[in-house]
Nanobody, 124 residues
Framework: QVQLVESGGGLVQAGDSLRLSCAAS????????MGWFRQAPGKEREFLAVIHWSGIGSYYADSVKGRFTISRDNAQNTVYLQMNSLKPEETAVYYC?????????????????WGQGTQVTVSS
């Protein structure tokens, strides 16, 4: 049974940083590209970042490029999202997801497994 468990969310002030983690189990982690998405109330799920299964190569949405960094530790079956200079409009539930796509998938539809999400609230 595949499980993706996000952690590290919370309440922060504008300009603060957070580091999200996503621990994976029940799959061969190193076979999967790993992505981060977020969904705010009343809005569609938004792609943020993805990292290649090898850890070599990543891609970011323009909205977070230069502020967010995705990384992975295949020995620990964990993917991370370092988020700096957070903004109030980035308040959302943040999800990690796993995809067998062999490239750099940015569309939610090609992800095979999803976590339950972790809430990030950024106050002004």
């Amino acid at each position: 049974q595949v499980q993706l468990v996000e952690s590290g969310g919370g309440l922060v002030q504008a300009g603060d940083s957070l580091r999200l983690s996503c621990a994976a189990s029940g799959l061969t982690f190193s076979n999967y590209a790993m992505g981060w998405f977020r969904q705010a109330p009343g809005k569609e799920r938004e792609f943020l970042a993805v990292i290649h299964w090898s850890g070599i190569g990543s891609y970011y949405a323009d909205s977070v490029k230069g502020r967010f960094t995705i990384s992975r530790d295949n020995a620990q079956n964990t993917v991370y999202l370092q988020m700096n200079s957070l903004k109030p409009e980035e308040t959302a539930v943040y999800y990690c997801a796993a995809s067998l796509h062999r490239g750099i998938p940015i569309f939610a539809g090609v992800y095979n497994h999803w976590g339950q999400g972790t809430q990030v609230t950024v106050s002004s």
